[in-house]
C-alpha cells in the first residue's frame, strides 16, 4: 500500500499568514499515462471532506486562489495563503494513483491562533 | 447539482451484516467513467477507502477488507450500496460515499455503531 505522511501533525496559524503542509509518499505518484493523482481535502468541523485540490495543482470549482498545490513524484505541498476563519479544519492529501487501496494521509490539524 | 445521501441501519451487533445505501442525484451511474466509492472515518480518526464501483461494473476493494466487502448498483434508481459482513467493535465509524474516482462530491455521512 502507498503510504501517505503528512506534516506537520498540526498547525497553528495567525489569520492572515501562510500555512504549509507537507505530504511525501512511499512511491512515486506520477501514473503511466503521464497524471499525478495526488488530491488535497479539507474536511470542517462536523462537515464531510470536500475536495480542495487535485492532479497536484489544479483546483477545484469554487475553491480560492489563497490554495495552492505543489510537488511531483513523492513530495507534494499545500499552501494557503492570507489564512481566513473559514479555512480551520483537518486537511488530508490522497492518491489515487496505485490502487487498491486508494490511501489518504493521517491529516494535518489547522488552527486559527 | 450533485447530492448524494447515505442511508443505514445505525446500530448493529458484532458479527451481524452491514448494509449501506447511498441516494444519488446529479449524474448517473451508466454514465461512461463514473464512478462511486464509499469512505470511512472512526471517530476521532483519519479516511479509509473501502471500495469503488464504476459505470460498466468494475469493482474494487481495499484488501485489508476484501473479503468482507461487497459494493454493488442499482442504475435505474440511482443508488449504489455497500455490504460489509462479520461486522466488529472496530468496525464503528461514519460510513460515506461519493462520486468519482478521487471523491469529488460527498455525502453527509451515516454513522454506524456496533455493540452487543
Known amino acids: 500500500d502507498v503510504v501517505l505522511t503528512q506534516t506537520p501533525v498540526s498547525l497553528s496559524v495567525t489569520l492572515g499568514d501562510q500555512a504549509s503542509i507537507s505530504c511525501r509518499s512511499s512511491?512515486?505518484?506520477?501514473?503511466?499515462?503521464?497524471?499525478?493523482?495526488l488530491e488535497w481535502y479539507l474536511q470542517k468541523p462536523g462537515q464531510s471532506p470536500q475536495l480542495l485540490i487535485y492532479?497536484?495543482?489544479n483546483r477545484f470549482s469554487g475553491v480560492p486562489d489563497r490554495f495552492i498545490g505543489s510537488g511531483s513524484g513523492t513530495d507534494f505541498t499545500l499552501k494557503i495563503s492570507r489564512v481566513e476563519p473559514e479555512d480551520l479544519g483537518v486537511y488530508y492529501c490522497?492518491?489515487?494513483?496505485?490502487?487498491?487501496?486508494?490511501?489518504f494521509g493521517s491529516g494535518t490539524k489547522l488552527e486559527i491562533k | 447539482q450533485v447530492t448524494l445521501k447515505e442511508s443505514g441501519p445505525g446500530i448493529l451487533q458484532p458479527s451481524q451484516t452491514l448494509s449501506l445505501t447511498c441516494s444519488f442525484s446529479?449524474?448517473?451511474?451508466?454514465?461512461?467513467?463514473?464512478?462511486v466509492g464509499w469512505i470511512r472515518q472512526s471517530s476521532g480518526k483519519g479516511l479509509e477507502w473501502l471500495a469503488n464501483?464504476?459505470?460498466?461494473?468494475?469493482?474494487y476493494y481495499n484488501p485489508s477488507l476484501k473479503n468482507r466487502l461487497t459494493i454493488s448498483k442499482d442504475t435505474s434508481n440511482n443508488q449504489a450500496f455497500l455490504k460489509i459482513t462479520n461486522m466488529d467493535t472496530a468496525d464503528t465509524a461514519t460510513y460515506y460515499c461519493?462520486?468519482?474516482?478521487?471523491?469529488?462530491?460527498w455525502g453527509q455521512g451515516v454513522m454506524v455503531t456496533v455493540s452487543s
Open positions: 446529479g449524474f448517473s451511474l451508466s454514465t461512461y467513467g463514473m464512478c
Open positions: 464501483i464504476w459505470w460498466n461494473d468494475d469493482k
Open positions: 490522497f492518491q489515487a494513483t496505485h490502487d487498491p487501496p486508494l490511501t
Open positions: 512511491q512515486s505518484l506520477e501514473y503511466s499515462d503521464g497524471y499525478t493523482y
Open positions: 492532479e497536484v495543482s
Open positions: 461519493a462520486r468519482g474516482y478521487y471523491p469529488a462530491a
